[in-house]
C-alpha cells in the first residue's frame, strides 16, 4: 500500500501513545479514521486533535477485551465510512509482576486485551479488508514477542502469542489484497505504565529498569517508573512514523528503535543468555534515543489512567 489518501483506518486503543500518533499521521496522510479507545476523556482528546485535517473521523468507545463489542466494530465503521482498508490492533496494557504474584484477574486482563483483543478483530475485520482492492492488518506484538525478561510472564506470553499469530496469517493471506504485519517496538515514551498495572506488595523494577534506574539515580515506585518510562523512550510519533512506514514499504515484521534491533540480534546471536549482551546498549540507547516529537506533532500531555475500568 504506497499511500493512504482516501483509505479508511480503524485504530484501537487511540487515545494515547502510539494509537494517537497513529491517528494523527495517517489524518495528515489524508486516511478518514475510525478512532476506538476504552477512555472516553483520552478518545475525545485524540479527536480534537484530527479536527486539524481535512479527513473524515468516527469515534467509537471500545474494551478491545469485550468479544461482542469488537464483532459488532465493522458494521458501527462501514455504516460511518462505507468501507475498512487498514486495522490497526494496537491497544494493550501490561502488569509489573513475578508471575507467583500475578493474581489470576491481572493474568485474564492483559491476556483478553493484547491476544484476545487482536485475534477477534482480525476475524472481525478480515472478511471486510478482503473486499477491498488493497488493505492491510496491523497487530502490535512488541519486542518483548522476541525476548523474555523476568516480570513480564502475561506480557510476553501474549506478546508471543500475537506475533505467532500474525505470521501465521501472512503465509495464508500471501498472495492476496491484504497486507499482514506484526510490529515490534522496543522502548517507546508512552503511558503503558502509567496505564498498567504493578504488584504493589513486591513494588520492583525488572532487570533492565534497574540497571538504567540504577545509573540514573531512579526510585522504583509505579509513578516513578511510569514517569521515567515516558520521558525517556523513543517519542510516539516516531515510532508512529515507523510502523506507517513499515505499511508503505509491505514490511511484514517492523522492528521499531534501535534497541528492539538489537535486543533481537542479541537473541539470535546467543538465544539462551541474550540478556547478559543488553547492559553493553541499554545506557547507550537510553541517552541517545530520539525523545523528541516529529516536526508539526503535538506533544502528548494526557496521563489519565484506565486502571480502574478492568
Ligand atoms: N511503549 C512501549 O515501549 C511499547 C513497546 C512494545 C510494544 N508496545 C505496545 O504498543 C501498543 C500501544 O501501547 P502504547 O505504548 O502506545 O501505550 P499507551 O498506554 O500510551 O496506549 C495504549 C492505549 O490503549 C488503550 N487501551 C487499554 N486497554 C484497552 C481496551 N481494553 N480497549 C481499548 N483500548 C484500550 C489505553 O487506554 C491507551 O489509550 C500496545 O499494544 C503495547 O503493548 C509498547
Given at each position: 500500500m504506497k499511500n493512504f489518501s482516501n483509505k479508511v483506518a480503524v485504530i484501537t486503543g487511540a487515545g494515547s501513545g502510539m494509537g494517537r500518533y497513529l491517528a494523527i499521521l495517517l489524518a495528515k496522510a489524508g486516511a478518514n479514521i475510525a478512532?476506538?479507545?476504552?477512555n472516553q476523556t483520552t478518545l475525545a482528546e485524540t479527536v480534537a486533535l484530527l479536527a486539524d485535517y481535512n479527513v473524515k473521523v468516527s469515534s467509537h468507545i471500545l474494551d478491545v477485551?469485550?468479544?461482542?463489542?469488537?464483532?459488532?466494530?465493522p458494521e458501527q465503521v462501514i455504516a460511518q465510512?462505507?468501507?475498512?482498508?487498514?486495522v490497526f490492533n494496537n491497544a494493550g496494557v501490561t502488569v509489573d509482576s513475578s508471575f507467583e504474584d500475578l493474581s489470576e484477574n491481572d493474568w485474564d486482563w492483559v491476556f483478553n486485551i493484547n491476544l484476545q483483543g487482536v485475534i477477534n478483530s482480525s476475524r472481525a475485520f478480515l472478511p471486510h479488508l478482503k473486499q477491498r482492492p488493497e488493505a492491510a492488518l496491523i497487530n502490535t506484538s512488541s519486542i518483548f514477542g522476541m525476548i523474555a525478561l523476568e516480570r513480564q510472564s502475561v506480557y510476553h506470553t501474549a506478546k508471543f502469542a500475537v506475533r505467532g499469530f500474525t505470521e501465521c496469517l501472512a503465509k495464508e493471506m500471501k498472495g492476496s489484497n491484504v497486507q499482514i504485519h506484526c510490529v515490534h517496538p522496543g522502548h517507546i515514551g508512552t503511558n503503558i505504565v502509567t496505564n498498567g498495572r504493578m504488584n504493589k506488595s513486591?513494588?520492583?523494577?525488572?532487570?533492565?529498569?534497574?540497571?538504567?534506574?540504577?545509573v540514573m539515580g531512579l526510585g522504583n515506585s509505579q509513578e516513578e517508573l511510569?514517569?521515567?518510562?515516558?520521558?525517556?523512550?523513543?517519542h510516539a510519533s516516531r515510532a508512529s512514523q515507523i510502523i506507517l512506514d513499515g505499511v508503505r514499504k509491505n514490511r511484514s515484521r517492523i522492528m521499531v528503535g534501535a534497541d528492539a534491533k538489537l535486543m533481537d540480534l542479541s537473541q539470535r546471536l546467543t538465544p539462551m543468555h541474550y540478556e547478559k549482551l543488553f547492559p553493553l546498549f541499554t545506557l547507550p540507547l537510553t541517552l541517545l534515543r530520539n525523545k523528541k516529537p516529529l516536526k508539526g506533532m503535538p506533544v502528548e500531555t494526557s496521563v489519565e489512567t484506565i486502571k480502574g475500568t478492568a
Open positions: 478512532a476506538c479507545e476504552i477485551a469485550d468479544k461482542a463489542a469488537i464483532e459488532a466494530l465510512h462505507g468501507h475498512v482498508d487498514l513486591e513494588e520492583s523494577a525488572n532487570s533492565m529498569q534497574r540497571l538504567v534506574g540504577k511510569a514517569a521515567f518510562f515516558r520521558n525517556n523512550g523513543m
